[in-house]
């Protein structure tokens, strides 16, 4: 079939806007919406119309048609193999969000509706994550999870003891974040159980989702895991050395997910300039090892909305990641005064503030400005940070200004409250305080940085203005287009129902692309308005 012949004169461009301009067309809302119907675009003796493929079987010569509506189901969106590989339906992750904000009931959710989902481990004890792992395997593995190992260069002890938890409970799937470089434990984990099989080919039980936002960082991912570990994992018996050789042919992770400005940690790089980079770099690391399954590459960050992912999928994304859109849905680990503070957050609410995990790097997350003063708060405690060099050396007013309003309580307190904590779970962090008075000092701010999340999630009402929200530009977009519909209300709004109006919408957008690239016109304002999920099955069915 002849779409638009390029060729019929000298100038392309021109050639194409005299054939749009003859076949202007309107198309119905309800074609393009079909997602799965074909339709042809049909040139009765100079009048254009769209028909079903059904309709015009047989009665239209072939000359009469002009163009084609290709199905779009929500399962061709992103990569098949990733589909495949990871046991889903849909290319469609919830990302981790700390201290069980992506719950259990999350991504039991997503799992459930053939979508991935991640337990939000970091900031939560071990025996917390323990619990989360037993619930999410209670019906026996029926559906696809995994689990955050957020890189903790301030307390290597407990990213060992989640590796080992990972290994003993059997979770087979990990989303690795935060990482500069690899570590032990993180090529303990992928490499654990390799093997070939029957066919020769090489399996690694153990997958690993990498979400990076720096190329020096994709770069070690997309790369076999370094010699130094093998070694060091073949000497204390986690390896065989036919294990360790089978390890240099597989990469670290075979998915990496590239996080543009997004909720929480973020380097608030822009999607459409960083994912172009990765993606080239995928390219040329595959072609450099030969790796049996191919690099993939995932988007994150400012995924909200059907155009968002259409731009997503249309650079090349493998799969798509959201985050800030659902720690606004019901299943999540937050509490409703937060969830209606996140319905509420336009474009321009939101700021970045001082980290609690990487504090004294100076490393920021992006949070919610409006409604709360932590950002201004967590500034401040940054600033006095740098400008002192002991708890002691706070000036007398600022120190009872902190004690009054930021801690209520006296400094003295929080440290005696902060050291009982790590006396426990981490004591170096102790002995290294005590010989250190500007760790210290650091440590004695982070348990504000610590606690107000843990305020945020419990809906402590009497520390409101201290909530520490992690949020990215993603919530004002999605405000905005679910505002005066079925997602509108907080109650509606649940991940899976989220997910599949931002895949639908992104399929009904391609196809009405595809309208557009052949002279149609849609004139339909509410194109990609959400719907409700019935709605949404109807028109899949
Ligand atoms: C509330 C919140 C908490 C987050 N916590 C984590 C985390 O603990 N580990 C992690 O890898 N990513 C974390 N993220 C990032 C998300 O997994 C996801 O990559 C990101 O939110 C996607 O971008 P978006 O916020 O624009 O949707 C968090 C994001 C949010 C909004």
């Known amino acids: 079939m002849n779409i638009v012949n390029l060729n019929s004169n000298s100038a392309g461009s021109d050639s194409y806007r005299s054939f749009t301009a003859a076949t202007k067309f309107n198309c119905s809302l309800e074609s393009i919406q079909q997602i799965k119907q074909a339709f042809f675009v049909i040139n009765k003796e100079g009048r254009v119309e769209v028909q079903s493929t059904t309709a015009v079987n047989g ?192 990469p670290m992770a075979q998915d990496i997910t590239v996080e543009a400005d997004s909720g929480g940690h973020t380097d608030n790089r822009p999607a459409l300039s960083l994912f172009p980079t990765i993606n080239a770099q995928k390219e040329t690391c595959q072609q450099q090892y030969d790796y049996q399954q191919k690099l993939r590459v995932g988007l994150g960050g400012g995924i909200a909305t059907p155009e968002s992912a259409v731009a997503a999928l249309s650079m090349g994304a493998a799969y798509l990641v959201t985050g800030t859109v659902n720690q606004a849905c019901v299943e999540s680990g937050t509490c409703d005064t937060v969830r209606q503070m996140l319905a509420e957050t336009r474009q321009a609410d939101i700021t970045m503030a001082p980290s609690g995990d990487m504090f004294e ?31 002691e050396d706070i000036p007398a007013d600022e120190r009872d200004k902190l004690e009054k309003t930021f801690f209520k309580a006296p400094l003295a307190t929080i440290w005696e409250q902060t050291r009982s904590y790590f006396a426990t779970r981490d ?16 440590l004695v701010f982070r348990w504000y940085l610590g606690q107000s999340p843990v305020w945020a999630n419990q809906g402590d009402v009497s520390r409101k203005i201290d909530y520490q929200i992690w949020c990215g530009p993603a919530m004002g977009a999605f405000n905005e287009w679910v505002q005066g519909t079925c997602l509108d209300a907080l109650p509606q709004r649940q991940v899976v129902a989220v997910a599949y109006n931002i895949l639908f919408g992104a399929a009904v957008l391609m196809r009405a692309n595809q309208i557009k690239q052949q002279g149609g016109i849609i004139d339909s304002p509410a194109l990609v308005k959400p719907l409700e999920i019935e709605q949404i099955k109807e028109l899949l069915s």
């Open 361 to 391: 790097m100076g490393v920021k997350v992006q949070v919610v400005k409006r409604g709360t003063m932590f950002s201004i708060r967590a500034g401040k405690l940054y600033e006095l940070y740098r400008a002192c060099d002991s708890v």
């Open 427 to 442: 004591p170096r962090q102790v002995e290294k305080a005590e010989a250190d008075p500007k760790y210290k000092l650091a």
């Open 59 to 250: 009665s239209v010569s072939e000359t009469a048609i002009q163009g084609m509506l290709l199905p779009c189901p929500l399962e061709s969106l992103g990569e098949e193999s990733f589909c495949q590989d990871h046991g889903l339906d849909y290319a469609y992750v919830g990302g981790s969000m700390a201290k069980g904000i992506s719950s259990v009931a999350m991504v039991k959710a997503f799992g459930r509706a053939g979508m991935l989902g991640f337990f939000g481990s970091a900031g939560l004890s071990l025996e917390q994550v323990e619990d989360a792992i037993d619930q999410l395997k209670a019906d026996g593995d029926q559906f696809p999870f995994g689990v955050n190992l957020i890189h903790s260069p301030n307390e290597p002890e407990l990213e060992k003891a989640l590796i080992d938890l990972y290994i003993r409970k059997q979770v087979h799937l990990v989303e690795a974040s935060a990482f500069m470089a690899l570590s032990l434990p993180i090529v303990k984990y992928r490499t654990h159980g390799i093997h070939r099989d029957a066919a020769g080919q090489i399996v690694t039980p153990n997958k690993v989702i990498a979400k990076i936002s720096r190329e020096e960082v994709a770069a070690r991912f997309m790369a076999p895991p370094t010699d130094k570990f093998l070694q060091q994992l073949v000497a204390s018996g986690d390896l065989t050395a036919e294990q360790a050789e089978l390890a240099k042919q597989i």
